[in-house]
């Protein structure tokens, strides 16, 4: 799919520039509007407003909302009066409101006069919800039943009002008065009923509904969990106030893991795609956490300088200090980043902590004898015997050996446990856990790893330092 | 939710121990499936028959589906043929597939002989594509409609058959002889159009479709751009053979990811749950890892060893190893996973590569700049005037900073462009990018800046050495 975008990209360019703006018209009416959109991408800004201008009404809108914020601003720039009321009549309000809330404060009162009355007041009440909370990604184009409805007046409000929804697939049932959310009813259940049956009979009692002010990640998971295409959004009084449809829930948990994945590589999240973010913004959204990562290195670095000495009298202690700070690092990212994963997934709670520990405590006994022994062993073939690099003292190279094996299983114990507990800890007190992922975890690993290191050298090896 | 869930827990495990099922059963009924499986996972493995046997038929199916394949074992290994029937009667082809592909062999055919014959050569058909194919996620429960059709005639086949289907909102229209898709009709459309027209009149005609063969991770972008509720599956004649639903395409998504972030942390994917997953297991998917990075350290070793008689001559300069090799190593993952979540969101792809790069130079020298001049300060201030770690010899301290700040700005620089172009390359040569995330880096990072560090404090302060 990707290389026929590209292929279509460069066909439309090339009609474009050769002015052929018919057959640019019929090529791209067979289009998907987000075909269209990515195409669009790659047309110059001085005719982007000419080839968008060949669109009809309704693929217009629809291909509008598909495109970057950066050419939707260009074109309400270049849009006359009644062509940018014409593309705002066709949006849903959360669209709408999504436009809104990226353009400069110019644009969007341009963009707020094109609006009917009712339909700014929607607009401006999703833009007071707090951002990533169910209101702000909701929409109010939805169907409302009432309980005592028959199937068949049903089916007639959904034919006169369904054109201008964004969903008739589930639709939602609230009292007459206070509007209330009592069920749901999907279209296929009313096709199916009785004409007489009232959609207070058929309709499911047992729905999923969040509050306004729901964290738009719980939303996801939610989506996930029941299988839903839509879920009702209510207020404090479970009034009926929106719906957030599938494709919005889909964008959020993309959006979500990018963050999430992005936190844990220490880098700040941005919310556009990386080839449209500025070299400045990316250098912002790294320098700080190399910077801090950096600090704290110094703290392995002292911790080396204060055994400076042993290490002079030992040199050959110092080659194994990368291997043992990355095996340390690399033990405790596999396991911070499964347990983020897990409680992102909603597998792991924090309740699950003694289960998780207990796990990690057997994973590592198994991981870490498993290392030292073929790290003792190789150290000892390889590195002594075969290429030399020893001390020349045989009983002295068994106990570099053995003080190598010893740190890597107090090690990868160590960082194991840091890596199970850190994260189920941020959660509990309500820090995002992916911030205790591997640049974190390695920094405390590491300087644990030296401790341990220089600890049982000097335990096993203090009559030669 | 989840205390909610929690909470449900114990209410029906205190239920069922005192033996209260009806009101077990009352609970229940108001519950959702997924509810009831999630609640039923706490359940003694005793007493989960008795207790799903309190469920009505239908529910009980749906409540199957949700179910992990421990508990799905164990309630067929507790069915009667008659109950088994029932369940797997209820069952859409793709659910039932999945079940059968978990099952050991004995029960396979115990449930193969409950699916009446057409529905067995369904799931068997299905169980014949590759996984993660298109055509082992797809179910063949669609809506299909021809285009000769009324509107009145459709509506009426609908109701009809839609009992049966997976999901109506969308439907097929596919040509009467040789099944070739020719367009979608949303049930929308079909409601809100004229009843004399003809489904040929108002279908959509510029539909996604996907082949049996496609892998389910674009399966899943796929949906993700177009905001689709349900996708055709057709074969290499553009038959339509089945579709893949929009909870299906989630469940991909959330595997797909887990995936990424797994194989980014160095682990092998398990398909189960953390805490499902036994001990062994975990241990498995780990440790080949691990050995290999930790062969791969003794490499850094090994150059460590190779400069250790320059280390012992002016040991200061060993303390600044780690903080160079955790910078290189973070600033190189910093890139790799941005470029690696990048390609799996469709965002960047191999013909962007000298984009990328450029993009990566300038921000590396942003950040190794930057770097440079906060260590050097630093090292200057902090390290040997105020805590006396330095030489002793003011223009070598100099000189020492100057060789870590340098060598910083290289190693960032260096570590930046690996991180970008590995995992671009791994795409274009058909790996897993994701293979080629912090772990490998670090590895190649790690040799590199000490590399750099030994070249660079050579060429400065071979004076000294």
């Not at 983020?340 to 520990?357: A, C, P, Y």
Request: proline share 4%; glycine share 4%; with cysteine.
């Amino acid at each position: 799919m990707a290389e026929m975008t590209a292929m279509m990209q460069d066909t439309i360019t090339a009609l474009v520039e050769a002015r052929k703006y018919n057959t640019v018209r019929d090529v791209m009416v067979t289009m998907n509007p987000a075909d269209i959109a990515a195409v669009l991408e790659d047309v110059s800004p001085a005719v982007l407003p000419v080839v968008f201008r060949l669109l009809p009404k309704e693929l217009a809108a629809e291909t509008f909302v598909e495109m970057s914020s950066e050419n939707e601003e260009l074109l309400i720039r270049a849009f006359s009066d009644s062509e940018l009321k014409a593309v705002v009549e066709e949006l849903y309000a959360d669209d709408a409101a999504d436009i809104v809330e990226e353009m400069p404060a110019n644009l969007v009162s341009r963009i707020l006069q094109q609006a009917d009355p009712a339909f700014r007041k929607t607009i401006n009440e999703i833009l007071k919800y707090p951002e990533d909370s169910a209101g702000s990604i909701m929409t109010t184009e939805y169907v409302d039943l009432h309980p005592d409805m028959t199937v068949t007046a049903a089916m007639a409000h959904i034919r006169r009002t369904g054109v201008d929804k964004e969903t008739i697939n589930t639709c939602y049932v609230t009292e007459k008065k206070g509007r209330r959310l009592v069920g749901a009813v999907s279209i296929r259940t009313l096709l199916l009923a009785d004409e007489d049956a009232t959609v207070g009979d058929i309709m499911k009692t047992n729905i999923v509904s969040v509050s306004t002010l729901e964290d738009q990640e719980a939303i996801a998971q939610l989506f996930s969990k029941y299988d839903l295409i839509a879920m009702p959004v209510v207020d404090g009084e479970n009034r009926m106030v929106g719906i957030v449809t599938v494709d919005d829930a889909i964008d959020v948990m993309e959006e979500e893991v990018t963050e999430d994945i992005e936190v844990m590589a220490a880098i700040t999240p941005t919310d556009k795609p990386y080839l449209q973010t500025s070299v400045w913004r990316i250098w912002a959204s790294r320098i700080p956490w190399l910077l801090l990562m950096m600090v704290s290195a110094t703290f392995t670095g002292l911790i080396i300088s204060s055994f400076e000495s042993a290490l002079a009298v030992l040199p050959v202690l110092t080659a194994f200090i990368p291997m043992l700070m990355d095996t340390g690092g690399n033990s405790g990212s596999q396991t911070s980043v499964t347990i983020i994963r897990g409680i992102s997934l909603g597998d792991i709670e924090f309740r699950d902590i003694f289960r998780v520990m207990w796990k990690e405590f057997r994973v590592s006994m198994l991981c870490g004898v498993c290392l030292a022994v073929c790290t003792s062993a190789k150290i000892l073939l390889v590195d002594f015997l075969l290429l030399g690099n020893g001390t020349g003292n045989w009983p002295e190279n068994f106990l570099v050996a053995a003080v190598v094996g010893v740190t890597l299983i107090v090690t990868v114990f160590a960082a194991k446990l840091i890596g199970c507990t850190l994260p189920l800890l941020a959660k509990k007190i309500g820090f995002d856990p992916a911030v205790m992922a591997s640049p974190f975890i390695t920094t405390i690993v590491d300087a644990v790893s030296l401790l341990v290191y220089f600890a049982v050298a000097s335990a096993i090896m203090g009559s030669y330092m």
